[in-house]
């Protein structure tokens, strides 16, 4: 059984910073390319960072030189550090995993950035 956990969300205010982590069970972690993405409401939802197998990265532009992603393969898990985080990052994060043919995503972790 397939299971990505997210955790690490909750309430920070703006300019403050947060990190989300992901557990990844039930696939072979490390061919799996990986993602963070976000819906607010009444939006899609959208990408925020991915990360490759091989440990390339991407970003949406509203996050470059704020967020980093990352992978650690030997605990099955992806991170996602956000800092100088702004009220338009609030939404629900998810983790995405992602290989030819297979798609899995987790249930989410809500952000939300107020003062």
């Known amino acids: 059984q397939v299971q990505l956990v997210e955790s690490g969300g909750g309430l920070v205010q703006p300019g403050g910073s947060l990190r989300l982590s992901c557990a990844a069970s039930?696939?072979?972690?490390?061919?799996?390319?990986m993602g963070w993405y976000r819906r607010s409401p009444g939006n899609q939802r959208d990408l925020v960072a991915t990360i490759s197998s091989g440990g390339s990265t991407n970003y949406a532009d509203s996050v470059k030189g704020r967020f980093t992603i990352s992978r650690d393969n030997a605990n099955n898990t992806i991170y996602l550090q956000m800092n100088s985080l702004k009220p338009e990052d609030t939404a629900v994060y998810y983790c995405?995993?992602?290989?030819?043919?297979?798609?899995?995503w987790g249930q989410g972790t809500q952000v939300t950035v107020s003062s």
């Open positions: 039930g696939i072979t972690f490390s061919r799996y390319k």
């Open positions: 995405r995993g992602n290989l030819v043919g297979l798609n899995y």
